[in-house]
T-cell receptor, first 111, second 108 residues
Framework: DGGITQSPKYLFRKEGQNVTLSCEQNLNHDAMYWYRQDPGQGLRLIYYSQIVNDFQKGDIAEGYSVSREKKESFPLTVTSAQKNPTAFYLC??????????FGQGTRLTVV | KQEVTQIPAALSVPEGENLVLNCSFTDSAIYNLQWFRQDPGKGLTSLLLIQSSQREQTSGRLNASLDKSSGRSTLYIAASQPGDSATYLCAVYNDMRFGAGTRLTVKP
């Protein structure tokens, strides 16, 4: 089945640790996106990539890093520099500025 | 930077009512606009995509319109049902920015 897979569904992190969230798509889409969602809030753009080996910062990139070494993969690392990382993280892909498709999200909790 | 606003933030209606959700954006030079539905704790499900050359799209009881010149889109839901209860979000392309959403509750 074609789609976007985010893993894990739930993730717990100790303070001071880096963690990496996985996002894989088999839709052959060029563009991929990472968003953060806080309770009762909309989606805020963290990073996006329109081609392999290239990505741009969104509105809240501080404390996060990404890579795009393969077209189908766009992992997000939440670094220890991110002061308030507890949130719901959503990954999306799109064939460049057209309809987007979302994964089911990863809920990250700092313990 | 594109700013997207959705009004109202929350809406509660009795079953069977027709309703309108609003989405406004500051930069009219958009490619497309997409409406999504989000159930609690879940990802987003695409409802309707309006391309920049179109003025509206329909799917079942849903109708979305787009007026680029005024920077507005509306989502019309006919004959609402309790199963329509969810948060509705709009996203505008060029770089896919979202509004904060409208949380809809349809009471039986």
């Amino acid at each position: 089945d074609g789609g976007i897979t985010q893993s894990p569904k739930y993730l717990f992190r100790k303070e001071g640790q880096n963690v990496t969230l996985s996002c894989e798509q088999n839709l052959n889409h060029d563009a991929m996106y990472w968003y953060r969602q806080d309770p009762g809030q909309g989606l805020r753009l963290i990073y996006y990539s329109q081609i392999v080996n290239d990505f741009q910062k969104g509105d809240i990139a501080e404390g996060y890093s990404v890579s795009r070494e393969k077209k189908e993969s766009f992992p997000l690392t939440v670094t220890s520099a991110q002061k308030n990382p507890t949130a719901f993280y959503l990954c999306a892909s799109s064939p460049l500025d057209t309809e987007a498709f979302f994964g089911q999200g990863t809920r990250l909790t700092v313990v | 930077k594109q700013e997207v606003t959705q009004i109202p933030a929350a809406l509660s209606v009795p079953e069977g009512e027709n309703l309108v959700l609003n989405c406004s954006f500051t930069d009219s030079a958009i490619y497309n606009l997409q409406w999504f539905r989000q159930d609690p704790g879940k990802g987003l499900t695409s409802l309707l995509l309006i391309q920049s050359s179109q003025r509206e799209q329909t799917s079942g009881r849903l109708n979305a319109s787009l007026d680029k010149s005024s920077g507005r889109s509306t989502l019309y839901i006919a004959a609402s049902q309790p199963g329509d209860s969810a948060t509705y979000l709009c996203a505008v392309y060029n770089d896919m920015r979202f509004g904060a959403g409208t949380r809809l509750t349809v009471k039986p």
